[in-house]
């Protein structure tokens, strides 16, 4: 079975702070692939990342980054200089490719809280 | 390009009611996926259709139910309403060609059961 733990809840910043997001996953499969969404108050699920199994070079977009390590089964996601804008909730997703079906399964979800 | 419209964006229905809620996907993605969220167990998958054949189901009972038309749009209809069943459903598009692509969301349909 897959499984995804993202430990923090609840975290709560001051602006341009960097804040760093944890993500562990549990999957038997060998290919698979791991995501990041953002849920602002809007409620509408935005996609930020996503990263194969078969490629662990870790990378930087922007304010984004974020380290991924198989080894540990970690998927880490990273925002430098924090901003209001920021303030959401994030989710971390996996995703097995089982005869291409779509299907994600989500972590509890993170709230992050970005004051000025 | 549009992204996944949903409608209605809220609805309040009343116990033993049925709801029907719409999905249009993406231009050109024919794979649609339902999601629920509630606060208590989070985002949940319902199930997945590709060119109009369910391909993947999720844990939740018969009363949930969904279909997809030639033109990728998805409907979910959820009969005999429970309390319980109030939430967000979110709808998610993609266009798999080989293996996983990423789902692309629409704003959801906040369903209220009274």
């Known amino acids: 079975a897959q499984k995804v733990t993202q430990a923090q809840t609840e975290i709560s910043v001051v602006e341009k702070e960097d804040v760093t997001l944890d993500c562990v996953y549990e999957?038997?499969?060998?290919?698979?692939?791991l995501f990041w969404y953002k849920q602002p108050p809007s409620g509408e699920l935005v996609f930020l990342i996503r990263?194969?199994?078969?490629?662990?070079q870790n990378e930087i977009s922007g304010r984004y980054s974020w380290n991924f390590q198989k080894s540990t089964s970690s998927f880490n996601f990273t925002i430098t200089a924090s901003q209001v804008v920021d303030s959401a909730v994030y989710f971390c997703?996996?995703?097995?490719?089982?005869?291409?079906?779509?299907?994600?399964?989500f972590g509890k979800g993170m709230k992050l809280t970005v004051n000025p | 390009k549009a992204g996944v419209t949903q409608t209605p964006r809220y609805l309040i229905k009343t116990r033993g009611q049925q709801v029907t809620l719409s999905c249009s996907p993406i231009?050109?993605?024919?794979?649609v996926s339902w999601y629920q969220q509630t606060p208590g167990q989070g985002l949940q998958f319902l199930f997945e259709?590709?060119?109009?054949?369910?391909?993947n189901k999720g844990n939740f009972p018969g009363r949930f139910s969904g279909r997809q038309f030639s033109n990728s749009r998805s409907e979910m209809n959820v009969s005999t309403l429970e309390l319980g069943d109030s939430a967000l459903y979110l709808c998610?598009?993609?266009?798999?060609?080989?293996?996983?692509?990423?789902?692309?969301f629409g704003p959801g349909t906040r369903l209220t059961v009274l």
């Open positions: 998610a598009s993609s266009s798999p060609l080989v293996g996983t692509d990423t789902q692309y």
């Open positions: 999957t038997r499969d060998t290919t698979y692939y």
């Open positions: 990263r194969n199994s078969f490629d662990e």
């Open positions: 997703a996996l995703s097995a490719a089982q005869g291409g079906s779509e299907k994600l399964v």
């Open positions: 231009s050109g993605h024919r794979s």
């Open positions: 259709y590709f060119s109009e054949t369910q391909r």
